[in-house]
């Protein structure tokens, strides 16, 4: 499983946000293939659930709440 770096991720995670599941049209961006995105894609989601499992209900909650709201942080600086 090829190496994905830190800035490789954060593009990652740019692609799909303006993209959404269109796995073909983030790879051919990041100059990966269609495999190799779908594959991050779902192991990054299996990694997540995985970790929500192993938390107790109220931290999970907690982070989510503050995830969303360092979104919403972020976009009022940026406007």
């Not at 799909?16 to 894609?41: P, W």
Request: with cysteine; proline share 3%; glycine share 2%.
């Amino acid at each position: 499983m090829p190496y994905w770096s830190e800035s490789e991720n954060a593009q990652f995670f740019k692609l799909l946000s303006a993209y959404g599941k269109d796995f073909q049209q983030i790879a051919e961006c990041m100059n990966k293939s269609y495999t190799q995105v779908r594959s991050h894609f779902y192991n990054i989601q299996v990694k997540e659930s995985k970790a929500a499992k192993e938390e107790p209900k109220g931290q999970r909650t907690l982070q989510r709440n503050q995830h969303l709201q360092l979104h919403f942080i972020v976009f009022d600086y940026v406007q």
